[in-house]
Structure formats: C-alpha cells, structure tokens
C-alpha cells in the first residue's frame, strides 16, 4: 500500500484531530476529552461506511447467541417450575414389575402422602360392532390411577369436545374412564359411551384436556385412556408379558422428601435390586429433556458457529478498517498524540460500537427466540415464564468480547510504533503484539462460547476447533503459498503461455503478501467449514430424523399373543390375506452377570448402557439365522444342542462384550448362561421382528413365551385387526403408521427452527466471505493497474485474477472440506450421539465451494478494473 492516497474516513478522522477545540494537547487529553473524540471518530467512520461490516458481524452473532440463549433460559426456568407438576410428585419409585410395600410403609412412616399409578399399553374398543358390521379397535396409552393422585399439580377435564375445561376433583369413578379426545375420535364414541378395556367394559366419564406428569405430546404417542386403580385388575391386562410401568408417589415436606430419598437410594444398593429406579424433581420427564436437550443442542452449535464466523468477519473488516486508518494514525502521532491516548480512542470507539451492536443484536435475538418458539408448536405446550436478564447480558457480553477480542488486535501496533515508520508503512516486528493480543481475545471467546453453549463439551470442541483450525489453516496456508511459488519459478520455462503467465504471476503475488494471503485463505476456510459443518450435521440429522420405511415395510405390530393363541392368530391373519406371517416366540430375561460378574448399571457411563442394563431384555429363540441378519463376528450357531447365543451388534458394542463371553440371564427366577458365539448386525429400517439376543430352542422353549409378528397392512383392510382384537383381548396391536406420522411431525418442528436459525449463520458465511475478499481488494485493484500500465492486455489481467481466486478457493475449499469432516465426526459421536459416515464428495464439494466463492466475490470487487484506465484505478487504489 506504499504511497496509496487516504480513505474518506482517514482525511475526516485527522480532521477529527486537528479541528478539535480543546487547549489540551493529544499527548494530555482527559477523559471526556478522550469520549468526545472518540464519539466523533465513530460517527465520522459510520458515516464513510467503515464500521458497517463490523456492526453487521456484530449484530449477527449476538443475535443468534441471544435468540438461543432466551430459549433455553425460557426452556430452563419452565421445567424447574413445573417440576413438581410434570412428575404429579415430589419423588417417585418407579419399576417394571409390582413394588414392594416396604416403599410406601417407609413413606407413610414419614407422614407422606402417597398414590400409585401403572402405565401400559393396551387395545381398547367398543364392546358391539357398529353398524357397518365393524368393531373398531386402537392402541391406548392406559394409566390406572389410585386416590390421591396428582399429589402436585392438577388434572383438567372437560365434559365434550370443545367444552370449557375444568380442574377435575379427585380421579376416575370407579366403572368409568377419562380418555383423550383422539381416542374418542378413533372409536367414533362420545362421553357416555361404553369402551371394551381388556375383559372390561367402562363408561367414558370425561375427555382430558391437560395431564402435565404425562410430558409433552411427544412422549405418549398413543392417546390415554385413565381408568381408577380398583378396576384394573378385572380387566385381565396386567398378565404375564405385560408391560406395566409401576410408580409410587411421595409428596410432603422436604426434610421428610429429603430422608425417603436418601432411604430409598440405600435401599436399592447399588443397583442390586434390578428393574427399580428413582426420579426426583431434578429427573422429571426424562425423556422430555433428552428430546429438548438434542434440538437445543443442535440449535446452539448454530448459533455458536454464527458467533465463529462472526469473530473471523470482524477480523477481517478490523483488518481493512486498519489498512484504511493509516494516515489517521500518523496524524495524530505527529500531532503529539501518545500510545495510551491512541489506545484509548480505538478502545473507546470499539466498546462504544460493541455495546451499540450488542443491544441491537440482543433486541433482534428475543425477536428470533420468539419465532424459533413458534416453530417448535406444539413441542412445548406449556406456558413458559418470561427469560431472566442473563441472554440478554451474555449478548452484550459477545458483542465486546468479539470486538475488543478480534477488532482491537490489528490497531495495536499502530498506536507503538515512531510516527515516521507510520508514514512508511513500516510495520516492523510489532505485529507480534497483535498475535498475542489475538491469543487473548481467541481464550475469552472459547469461555464464551462454552459458557453460551451451556456446557463443555459441545463449547469445547466447537471452541477447539476453532482454535486449532486457525492455527492448521493458517500453517497449511503459508506453507501451501511458499511450496506453489517455487514451483512456479521453477516451472517458469514450461509457464509461457497466457495461462501460464497468469498463474506464475498470481501464485506470486500471493507470495509477496504472505500474510495478508494466509489470513484470506484462513478466513475463506473457516467460513466454509462452518457452513459445511452445518450443512452436513444439518443434512445428516435430518436424513436419519426423516428416515422413511420402504413402502411394503411392515406397519403393523403384534403383541403379546399367547402360546395357545399361536395357531388361530396365524390362521386368522392367512385367511385374511395375510399370508405366511412369521410369529415369533418372546421371553423376557434380565441380564445379571457378564463372564460370572455381576451387572450393575451404575458402572456405565452411557445413559443408553445404564437403561439397557436395568430392564429386562426381549430373548427368543431360532435354528435360523433372520434374513435380514448379517454376522459380524464369530459364526452362527451349528449345533443348536448347546448353550450359546447370538447378540445384536449395537448391544454388544454399548455392553462392551464379545465372542467368547459368558452372559447369564434371570428368567421367571431361574438362570439361563451360555457364551456368546456370534454378533449380528441387524436392518432396523426394515421394521421387521428382530432381537438383541438369539438362543437356541432348547435353552428357552420351556419357558413362558408371548408371541409377536409384523406384516403391512393396507389402510383399507384395518377391519382386520379390529376383527382380531375383538376375539383376542389380551393381543395388542401396533399400527406405526400413526406413529411415525406423529415423531415426523415433531421432527419437522425443529427442523423448521433449525433452518430458521441457519438463516443467521448464512447470513454470517456470505460476510465473512465478502470480508475476506474485501481483505485485500485494495492491494489487488493496485497490482492490477500496475500490470495494465505496464502493458499488459486486458486477457493478460484477467487471468492473473483468475488464477489467484482459483488457487486461494481451492486451497480454502480443501482445508474446509477436512476440517468440517473432523469436526463433524466428534460433535455427532461425542454430542448428537449419532455416526456420521464419511462423505467422499465433500472434499470436492468444498474445493468447488471454495472456488466459486473466491471467483464470485473477486469478480464482484474487481469487475470495474478492467473497464477504466489505469490511472485513474492506481489513483482510486
């Protein structure tokens, strides 16, 4: 930039200086003294549109920062005060089996209050055939309920559809029923009517319009149906192979909650007394949580990786905006002003305008945070209390952060070094100032951003991979630059031809600027591999969220059907075009020691692991390897004499076991072991029967089975299975369709406020790009002229530019493409708990990415070069 004429806002901020009426000196300005100036340079900068890529960044990054954290303090706040409401308790004993009496004997002891629920699914239906000769039947989420309950919070009822609601007094009578009005709808019923519950015939009651301990909507994807403990057991439904969920309700004070609490945890000893867990206010609606943790999760990691490429933009513009301020610096130097008065004004000028961005982008945040609640719907059907001041206070926060970590660097060594060698341009070695001031700025933003993220491991590994990109980028950058240029100069005779020319002249150039040209590929390759990262966990998420079932996979489940069953079920479902079903025998076992050491839940990290451990596993039992089975490792089993098993690859992997190891099981009180000899991969997606654990017919067949099968059943023939049911009670039928239908709705509302907040990081990714281009349009315009006074054609010109933004593009587009893979692959294993496989066109991808950035965004800023002479753009240069 030797001898290049002062920008607009250069000549105004001198201006600034020398017109200033002050008899103070610059070198003894006091502190007012010290506000106006530097109010009066931000205006003047604003004005000459210096500071509006930094505003923008600034703004961008706060916004999407803030609009997450108003969500998740909203989302926060939200399930702290309804804790004791979304769980109807205080603290709960819950277990897959009857509890024993020595919980609530040890509650009432305490002067608890107590009450008990049981949770199932089951059929219900209409006890007559309709009029059309059908009885419908459909799957129900049934909950028998004993007095007392809900010991916090309330259930509402209503007496119709569509009638106002009220607190209900108390629970079902005994003979009736509250349900939920899509349960109604699906059987055609109306409250007074009488529904088929297992052997039982119940009056519909009420229509239950709030159950607040049952979760948002996305938990019981079957509709409930509330029945009043006393009648449960004449309904024939809590039988063998039943899959009760058993609870015990304690609610009291708190030093009384508090000492149950610690009972029962001694009580249960470590996890020696298997299918027993303890939820207290802290654990309420796990799955709610888990569900809203992955969504906020994803949500954050958008937000932060707008607040990364924010950071790079302003690194950027800050760049420029110095190169630009050159003569204001020398002005005022020579007018007297010190180090610590410069450092002042910029320090001033800065925070000014992060405080001003901060607010606005805090403003813009709540405005997003709002819309994002808006498409998450129904997701949270609650109302949520109003956000606390501390989004809006780690926004600003961000905002100054960003600008005095990422802005101020570049200015540093301005305010250091002799007037004179601000006059030459002549920086020196004082950049070393504004890297260790960067190292600084880089430390506060990785505690800003695991601070924003909530946690350290999402921030951690966003914030490392920031860090450590920039330094592997920048690295890879000069080394790439040097290696290309003396390759170059090598190649120089084989380099002749109009191409030729163009790329030793512009490989070069970039070498003349190493690190100016560095820190543009660096920041085109972190901006890419944001919006890769994006682009692909987004993509990725989605295509398995939105993972659809061939079109005759099965949609149709078949439970708990009884060995004496067996035959007439199969004969049933043949006659009715239903050919070959396969019916499967089921046993229920639970997992108590591996290699004769005891299993214990508490010894696994995972929550997965924990919760496979403590359940019982569905077992059965085959001579044949399931089709769409496929071994692993080890070999089918041949002699199906001998006790051995089969076990589903995923399972294996979580319980860390192998071929050769020992796994012994309680079965109805007796103990099944035998040595694992395969490991299976299994289609999910195929929604076929399939198994964690496969034996031989001869260690399970004795022991008491249910039988299960799944076939497609057109919407047309649903007759069947309300046919089937209605002879078989006890069967319960599954049609996933309406599941499905209902997870896919739910999905789509997140995706929906994931792509939402994407809009922000694109938003950022263009600035970024535009900066980085912009980094060093000034020096290009200028070599450009020069190569055009000295001769060369207007070809000649063009395809220096080319090359430049070929080799800077596709450089950038590589780095991005690998780092965004990398990174990629430990957020979804260590945070979204997911694989992501490995993409081979994403390296292309990039590469083309990064090229069609550069040639788009050097086009635009050097388009007019070529169209006026060549002295008048060294003069504009």
Known sequence: MNGANPSPSDSSSAAAVSGRASPASPASL????????????????????????????????????????????????????????????????????????????????????????????????????????????????????????????????????????????????????????????????????????GTRSLTVGAIITRELDRGFSFVNFSPRLMLNAADLPSTGLTGYGSRVTYRLLVAGADPAVKQFAAWARASLDGGKMRGVGLESLSDGQPQVRQTLERARHFLTLVSLLTALLAAVAIAMAAHRYTRRHLDTCAAMRCLGASQRTLRSIFVLEFAGLGLVGGAIGVALGYAGHLALLAWLGTLIDVALPYPGPLPALEGVAAGLVLLLGFALPPLLPLTRVPPVRVLRREWGDESRTAWAAYAVGIALFAGLLVLAAGELKLGGIVAGGFALGLLVFAAIARLALWGAARVARSQRNGLDSRAGVGWRYALASLERRPGASALQITSLAIGLMCLLLIAMTRNDLIDGWRKSTPPDAPNEFLIDIQPAQRDAVAAWLGAHGIANPDLEPMVR?????????????????????????????????????????????????????????????????????????????????????APVTSVRKLDWGSFKVNFFVLMPPALLHDFPATFITSFHLPESQRAVVDGLVAQYPNVTAIDVGPILAQIQRMLEQVIGAVQFLFLFTLAAGVLVLYAALAGTRDERMRESALLRALGASHAQVRSVQIAEFVAVGALAGLMAAVGAQIVGSVLATRVFEFYLPFDPWLVPAGIAAGVACAGVGGWISLRHVLARPALQSLRDA
């Open 30 to 197: 006091n502190w007012p003294d010290l506000v106006r100036l530097a109010a009066r340079m931000s205006a003047r900068d604003w004005r000459a549109g210096e500071l509006t890529m930094l505003l923008l960044a600034l703004v961008l990054a706060v916004a999407a920062l803030a609009s997450v954290g108003f969500l998740a303090d909203r989302l926060q706040r939200g399930l702290e005060r309804d804790a004791r409401r979304m769980i109807a308790a205080d603290f709960i004993v819950r277990a897959d089996h009857p509890l024993d009496p020595m919980f609530a004997r040890e509650a009432q002891s305490l002067a608890l209050r107590t009450a008990t629920t049981a949770i199932f699914p089951s059929m219900v239906s209409v006890p007559a055939a309709t009029s059309d000769g059908q009885t419908p039947a459909r799957l129900a989420a049934v909950k028998s309920v004993s007095a007392g309950y809900p010991l916090r919070g309330a259930l509402r009822i209503a007496s119709a559809p569509g009638a106002p609601d009220r607190e209900a007094q108390g629970i079902p009578p005994p003979g009736t029923v509250w349900v939920d009005d899509e349960l109604l709808d699906a059987l055609k019923l109306r409250v007074g009517d009488t529904v088929k519950v």
């Open 589 to 673: 076992g639970r997992l108590t020691s591996i290699n004769g050491k005891p299993v214990n839940p508490d010894q696994y990290k995972s929550e997965d692991a924990r919760r496979l451990v403590d359940r019982e596993f569905n077992l059965s039992y085959t001579t044949q390897l399931p089709d769409d089975n496929r071994i692993e490792a080890g070999a089918w089993y041949g002699d199906a004499s001998t006790p051995q098993l089969s076990i589903e690859q995923g399972l294996a992997k979580i319980l860390k076991v192998k071929p050769g190891d020992v796994l012994t099981f309680d079965v109805t009180g007796l103990e099944v072991s």
